[in-house]
């Protein structure tokens, strides 16, 4: 039987990404009217983890080169590009092969400029915007995105089916590092409340400067740590998230403005003092617990990460002092005693001064053969924080019924028996076994000390 062939004639521009392959103008003659398979190859350009569009590429065009052989084009080689305008499909970054006959070889491969995309970040001279990652293939598109990239050049050999390649880039210019400053009110040694601080907005100013904020230049403004919004304890703030390397310095309002005295004034009553300031990289409760407190406002420069800032204030005010401890016998035992400690004033001012400070009386029975008497003092605490307050230099005692005429010895450090002894020769009850004798212990309150209640405890010691 005999075939009847049928003429085709016609001009096809069968594109394969970089070279233009023209079919002859003529005659072609098939055995039948069914096609001979044909496949394509599809390729996307992604950066960092997605598919890329021209707002996220810049609308940079990325230089490709891409060889083949398949029955029906033969075998070439050529340049192309992924770009903004997609080739051979409306798709941007996306490009698709010309048909090929099935069982063809296609490979394809980015061109690293060095000027728009280098082979790594920062090695070429010219500093590239984007660095190649790899590539990855599969049947599918969803095949080569879970794919691993290589930078192993695809090389399609035998395709029988269509095939997906990806592109993998990623950008060089780091998207900028951001940062906060946060700050916290810390009142009488602990978290400020609306309670504790009777609801008053503490007045703050600051100065920053960052490449997102004020368009670049240095700014300042104002702010109060008791009314904002942005946290959630009131007695908080946070800055906005500034690009790094930024710049901060935040200071308390403390002068006749404000309810705020400055640091080391006299305290006036209804009033706050500031104490300093206390910073840390970590957290609110290192700064409080490893801060060092000081009377400079912090000054941030060229920060790349978040900071912490306690303002510690004190409510200015009295504060109240409880005694316990015990006796250390002589060579007598038994006849040591403190038969009780009367509180002359329990309360004190934070002026560094005895005048203002707590004042105590120990009544003690000395035996008769061991009228020399040492006491000791440890740190008071504060019963609720970790605020102390030295028994070095601040604490003292005397008697008149010692032989010094009743001068004072200054205790020159915690847990240690004061020095000279007092010497007691007096007696307030002679008929009593041993000497009946007064102590006076005076304690001066610093005036950096955070208001509140503190505790000691004592030991008596006499010696012949």
Request: net charge negative; aromatic share 8%; with cysteine.
């Amino acid at each position: 039987m005999r075939m009847k062939n049928k003429l085709y004639s016609f001009v096809s521009t069968g594109l394969v990404l970089g070279a233009m392959v023209l079919a002859p103008l003529g005659s072609i003659a098939l055995a039948d009217d069914a096609p001979a398979p044909t496949v394509t190859v599809t390729i996307d350009g992604y950066l960092d983890g997605q598919m890329a569009t021209a707002a996220s590429y810049n609308s940079n065009t990325f230089p490709m080169t891409a060889s083949w052989s398949a029955d029906n084009i033969g075998a070439g080689s050529g340049q192309y590009a992924l770009s903004s305008t997609g080739f051979n499909s409306p798709q941007a970054y996306e490009a698709m092969t010309t048909d090929m006959s099935s069982g063809a070889t296609y490979s394809t491969n980015e061109v690293p400029d060095g000027t728009i995309v280098g082979e790594t970040c920062g090695t070429e001279s010219t500093n590239p915007s984007y660095a190649l990652v790899g590539y990855t293939t599969g049947d599918t598109m969803a095949e080569a995105q879970a794919g691993t990239p290589s930078l192993t050049v695809p090389n399609l050999t035998n395709i029988t089916s269509n095939k997906f390649v990806i592109v993998w880039n990623k950008s060089c210019t780091a998207a900028p590092t951001t940062l906060k400053v946060h700050i916290m009110k810390y009142l009488d040694g602990a978290q400020a409340t609306a309670a504790s601080a009777s609801s008053y907005l503490f007045p703050m100013t600051a100065t920053w400067q960052a490449a997102n904020v004020s368009g670049g230049s240095s700014a300042s403004g104002s702010y109060t740590l008791g009314s904002n919004t942005d946290t959630n304890n009131l007695y908080e703030a946070d800055t906005v998230a500034f690009d790094a390397p930024a710049s901060y310095t935040t200071a308390e309002v403390a002068d006749n403005t404000s309810h705020v005295l400055p640091i080391g004034a006299t305290c006036v009553s209804g009033k706050y003092r500031l104490e300093g300031y206390k910073t840390s990289t970590i957290s609110f409760a290192d700064a409080q617990a490893n801060g060092t407190l000081t009377s400079t406002a912090p000054n941030f420069t060229n920060i790349s990460a978040d900071e912490y800032v306690l303002v510690m204030n004190s409510t200015c005010g009295t504060s109240s002092g409880t005694i316990d401890g015990t006796v250390e016998g002589g060579i007598v035992p038994g006849t040591l005693a403190v038969t009780s400690v009367t509180t002359v004033n329990g309360t004190a001012t934070a002026d560094g001064t005895f005048a203002n400070g707590w004042k105590y009386t120990f009544n003690i029975t000395v035996p008769d053969t061991e009228t020399h008497l040492a006491m000791k003092f440890s740190d008071w605490t504060n019963t609720s924080n970790a605020s102390t307050i030295s028994a070095a230099n601040n604490i003292r005692i005397s008697s008149a019924q010692a032989d010094n005429s009743g001068a004072t010895i200054t205790l020159a450090a915690a847990n240690t028996y004061s020095a000279p002894s007092l010497n007691m020769t007096g007696d307030l009850d002679a008929g009593m076994p041993g000497k009946q004798v007064q102590v006076t212990v005076e304690v001066a309150v610093p005036s950096t000390t955070l208001n509140g209640a503190y505790s000691t405890s004592y030991g008596v010691q006499t010696l012949p």
